[in-house]
């Protein structure tokens, strides 16, 4: 039957070289020896002695009290990576936790609640259980607002024709000019994670667009100046020929007055 807990490292006169162990186990492990390979390792040494030359007691002495600095160590790290823990919970973190197989795969979300077992500290999100030492990045909830803008600004500017494409209309000032007070509103943090292109391309478009309305009020104008031209003249011709009418009745009436004379 497979020893689980055997110790693997090289022997000289009869002390066990644990300084020395397999660099390519230890990294798979992904993490320095322990409290319990320690106090195997210290088993091990004492029962492959040299029985001829055994240890010295300072030697055993010194080999406990760095056992003791170990346990220390080990402990203060867990109970400071639990108290680091805890005060992620309500925060929006990014973790790359890593399979069996070796691949690693990228899980965020807001940490619910934390939990300590078997002297590690796990992270809830989303009501799955993640590894502390699995932990990324921890996302600032401005940043995480301003991302989100700066995202929501970009798909409405996608959206819009460029500047100079014919199908740019009055039809869309309104838009236009909502996605300007939606900018104007932001804060100079928040602006300055919008991509300079779409805010050079939201004013091209307002230009645009002033253009066409200027254009559309010239043409207003005139027309409106045509409309009074022919209205003039056409008063200007009743008049006219209202007067012709009075003239002639004033003749015929003379000459009425003068026949009845005779």
């Known amino acids: 039957m497979a020893d689980t807990g055997r110790i693997e490292a090289p022997v000289t ?19 320095s020896v322990d409290k319990e390979m320690f106090l195997q390792l210290l088993v ?70 934390t939990v300590t077992e078997g002297g590690k500290t796990y992270l809830s999100i989303d009501g799955t259980l993640y590894n502390y030492d699995d932990l990324y990045s921890v996302v600032d909830e401005e940043y995480l607002d301003t991302a989100s803008i700066a995202a929501s600004f970009s798909s409405l500017m996608s959206a819009l024709p460029e500047a100079d494409d014919p199908s740019v209309s009055l039809d869309l000032e309104e838009t236009i000019a909502s996605i300007r007070q939606t900018y104007n509103s932001l804060s100079p943090y928040q602006r300055s994670y919008l991509k300079e292109d779409e805010v050079k391309k939201l004013e091209a478009l307002e230009e645009r667009i002033a253009a066409l309305k200027e254009a559309a009020n010239s043409k207003e ?40 004379g005779e």
């Open 44 to 113: 091990a040494q004492m029962k492959y002695q040299d029985p001829m030359q055994p240890m010295d007691n300072t030697q055993y002495v010194s080999q406990l009290a760095t056992f003791t600095q170990v346990e220390e160590m080990q402990n203060m790290a867990n109970s400071l990576s639990s108290n680091t823990a805890n005060n992620l919970v309500g925060k929006y973190v990014i973790m790359h936790p890593t399979s069996t197989t070796g691949a690693t795969s990228e899980i965020s979300g807001y940490v619910d609640y």
């Open 221 to 260: 104008t005139a027309s409106d100046t045509s409309t009074g031209s022919v209205s003039s003249d056409s008063e200007a011709t009743a008049s006219e020929d209202t007067s012709s009418a009075a003239d002639g009745s004033d003749s015929s009436t003379g000459d009425t007055g003068t026949s009845v």
């Open 13 to 31: 006169d009869g002390i066990l070289e644990y300084g020395k162990t397999d660099e390519a186990k230890e990294k798979k492990s992904g993490s």
